[in-house]
Structures are given as C-alpha cells and as structure tokens.
T-cell receptor, first 114, second 115 residues
Framework: DTGVSQDPRHKITKRGQNVTFRCDPI?????LYWYRQTLGQGPEFLTY????????KSRLLSDRFSAERPKGSFSTLEIQRTEQGDSAMYLC???FGSGANVLTFGAGSRLTVL | AQTVTQSQPEMSVQEAETVTLSCTYD???????LFWYKQPPSRQMILVIR??????QNATENRFSVNFQKAAKSFSLKISDSQLGDAAMYFC????????????FGKGTRLSVIA
C-alpha cells in the first residue's frame, strides 16, 4: 500500500475557473476526510465520508465547494468559480473507523488562484 | 465547540536537548482522544503520539512523551534528545469519542532544531 495519494500536487488557476482535486485513500480505510490548510494555520475540517456516504458537509466553505466519493473508493473535491481566497493546501486523509483510529494524510494539493 | 490552542507559534531547541510544546483544549466531554501530528517542510503530516482521555498513564513513543493533565485540559509534548529531523510544524489535535466528529487541530508550533 502506497498510502494516501493526492493529485495534482500543485494547481495554478485563474480566478473564476473550476478546479478538481482527487484523493485515493488507503484501500482498507472506510473513512475519508478533506481539510484545508492556509499558511500558518492548522488544518481546517471541510467534509468527510464513510464509504460512499457524505456524513458531514456543513463545514464546506461555500456552495462553490463540493465533494464526492463514488463507490466508496477515491474522492474528488471540486471548487467552482475559484477566488483568490481559495488559495490554500487541500489535505486528504483516511482512516478505518473513527475514535482513536489514526488519520493517515496525503501530501496535499496546493492551489494558487491568480 | 471544541477548540485547541497552541500558544507557542515557534520554538527552538539545541540538538540533543529536550523541548516541550504546549497545548490546551476546551471541551465539555469526558471521553475523547488527543493527538500530536508532525508536518515536516513540504512533506505530509504524520502521527507522533496519541492519548486516550480515559487513560491516566501518559503515552510515550521512544523520544516522544506527553504530559496529559485532564483537569487542566492540557496536553503537552516532550521531545527528548532532539534531532535535526525533528524540525517541523507540530499540531495538537482533539477528537470527541462519541458521534461522528472530525479531528480538530490547533494552529501549530514551528520547531527549529539547532545543530
């Protein structure tokens, strides 16, 4: 197992464009999380899935943000009509269950909106 | 809402010395989990150590140990015999034991190790 993979690692886009990030979790992990991290801050929770069900999405920053996890495998995070304030690192993590179970993070996808 | 506070934005330590990173949290829950994660420059976040709130014994992992003070809602990380590879951002995190709740992070402490 190669861990949690995220693609692309870096994305530069112009304001108003749509972007999509992909996350491939560890295969046996049923939970998948998306976090956003801005410079000098800790990760900020966005949403998470248990298998294919999105159990929490109220923390998504606006209706421009959406996430999917079809078939409970990989996940995508889409940002529509990007704004300069969306520039950040988007982190994906996965775990088996919750509680004390450890989240395994990917390397992140860095978004720069010009 | 649960919050996690790391009051030291930056810390430095001499190689081979010991350093303690502070973390406090706010919760009304009695059962929860606490974590320290390490994020090296341009690399992914990895778990350093975790603590279950119901356990009185402080967790240890090799050179890393915690001082868990439940009544004070304090969870500090001690790094002994600091190594150059310990230089990183360190994040304290909290998760409630019940319900489907996400991991909540503090703002982090940047640790520099001086050779």
């Amino acid at each position: 197992d190669t861990g949690v993979s995220q693609d692309p690692r870096h994305k530069i886009t112009k304001r108003g464009q749509n972007v999509t990030f992909r996350c491939d979790p560890i295969s046996e992990h049923n939970r998948l999380y998306w976090y956003r991290q801005t410079l000098g801050q800790g990760p900020e929770f966005l949403t998470y899935f248990q298998n294919e069900a999105q159990l929490e999405k109220s923390r998504l920053l606006s209706d421009r943000f959406s996430a999917e996890r079809p078939k409970g495998s990989f996940s995508t995070l889409e940002i529509q009509r990007t704004e300069q304030g969306d520039s950040a690192m988007y982190l994906c993590a996965s775990s088996f269950g919750s509680g004390a179970n450890v989240l395994t993070f990917g390397a992140g996808s860095r978004l720069t909106v010009l | 809402a649960q919050t996690v506070t790391q009051s030291q934005p930056e810390m430095s330590v001499q190689e081979a010395e010991t350093v303690t990173l502070s973390c406090t949290y706010d919760t009304s829950e009695s059962d929860y989990y606490l974590f320290w994660y390490k994020q090296p420059p341009s690399r992914q976040m990895i778990l350093v150590i975790r603590q279950e709130a119901y356990k009185q014994q402080n967790a240890t992992e090799n050179r890393f140990s915690v001082n868990f003070q439940k009544a004070a809602k304090s969870f500090s990380l001690k790094i002994s015999d600091s190594q150059l590879g310990d230089a990183a951002m360190y994040f304290c995190a909290y998760r409630r034991a019940s319900g489907n709740t996400p991991l909540v992070f503090g703002k982090g402490t940047r640790l520099s190790v001086i050779a």
